[in-house]
């Protein structure tokens, strides 16, 4: 195993450390509109919790997307009910949000998570992280959440990582680094990934699980919003949507749509690539660009964020004809060569 870590780092994971020794009751969340490394980060840790014989619940506001479901054989992940599910947040001892920064994420949970008197911590690799946790455990140089988790559980016990532990772990890092291909995948993710099948992880499995298992909704989602994308600026961006009829009629949910984006990129001479997904009170959108093109700057002028080459937006009260207008407009300011 590896263990490469700052002298910073290492204090942060040692605090964290402390505070799984030091309480009983957590309660873990991800964003809206969760990913393979927020749901993967989740169940890894959820599971070594109970481990230590700790009590450990997942709540998410949003529901866990079909292809994901692999990984909660024994269904930790719960959708988060308003009428049920308060108490488990107000009574938490720590509550650990993963993979996001920001407390507006949380959607209906955030009023609850702010409310309570649990001690609170963040475990996350985005930039810009708002001030509203106890304890920030983030690292902004690393490709994925489920990579600092890793660190976090070999510190505190790495003997109680088992198999079950481990694919959650290299599910959460395969997914936000693309298969091990986006940039800051470095020796360390190898090797993290090397000990993690070591464990057990069938690499095969997982990616046959996440990518080669679609329902024929989904495949024909996708073929529909393949045939209509785009090309703007001389063939340097590519941009394509998909309606709520469009979802409805296929009986997707939004969730289910997250990894369209990429199909929308792989495409010669395209540096950027923008995805407009219909929600019911607006329009999400999903931003990917290759090489220094920072893409996290155009999702900050739609009140998003994200990684440089990897970020997200969403938009409320507005239209997705309208929303694609504007944000093609604004994308030519982040074009290496525009006016």
């Known amino acids: 195993m590896t263990q490469l870590l700052s002298p ?9 450390c402390g505070l799984v020794n030091e309480n009983q009751k957590f309660v873990l969340t991800t964003h809206v509109n969760p990913d393979g490394d927020g749901l993967g980060s989740e169940l890894a840790l959820s599971r070594f919790l109970k481990k230590l014989n700790k009590e450990s619940t997942i709540l998410n506001y949003s529901e866990t997307p079909s292809n994901h479901l692999f990984l909660d054989k024994s269904r930790e992940l719960k959708k988060f009910d308003p009428e049920k599910d308060v108490r488990l947040l107000l009574d938490a001892d720590v509550l650990i949000a993963l993979d996001m920064n920001n407390s507006s ?40 959440t489920g990579e600092i988790v890793y660190h976090c559980l070999v510190a505190c016990n790495a003997a109680l990582i088992d198999k079950e532990i481990a694919e959650g772990l290299y599910a959460a890092i395969m997914t936000d680094t693309g298969s091990f ?9 190898y090797r993290i990934a090397g000990h993690l099948v070591d464990l057990g992880v069938d690499p095969n499995y997982v990616y046959h699980k996440l990518y ?25 961006v590519s941009y394509a949507s998909l309606t709520l009829e469009q979802l409805e009629r296929n009986h997707v949910i939004p969730d289910d ?8 990129s792989a495409i010669s001479g395209v540096v950027v690539t923008l995805f407009f997904l219909e929600m019911e009170n607006g329009v999400k959108i999903s931003f990917r660009s290759k090489g220094e093109i920072p893409v996290n700057d155009l999702a900050k002028r739609f009140g ?15 239209s997705l004809s309208e929303t694609v207008k504007t944000v093609l407009r604004e994308t030519v300011l982040i074009l290496p060569d525009h006016a």
């Open 304 to 318: 998003g964020g994200g990684h440089k080459n990897a970020s997200g937006a969403r938009l409320y009260g507005t």
């Open 105 to 144: 994420r949380l959607r209906a949970m955030e009023k609850y998570f702010l409310e309570s008197k649990a001690k609170k911590a963040i475990i996350d690799h985005h930039l810009e992280a708002q001030d509203f946790v106890d304890y920030q455990l983030v690292d902004i140089d690393s490709p994925a």
């Open 257 to 264: 749509v997250d990894n369209f984006v990429n199909q929308a």
């Open 212 to 236: 080669e298992e679609n329902s024929l909704g989904r495949t024909t989602l996708l073929g529909e919003m393949l045939s209509k994308v785009q090309l703007a600026y001389a063939g340097r």
């Open 8 to 16: 910073s780092a290492e204090k942060l994971i040692e605090a964290f």
């Open 181 to 189: 291909r986006f940039p800051r995948t470095d020796g360390d993710t």
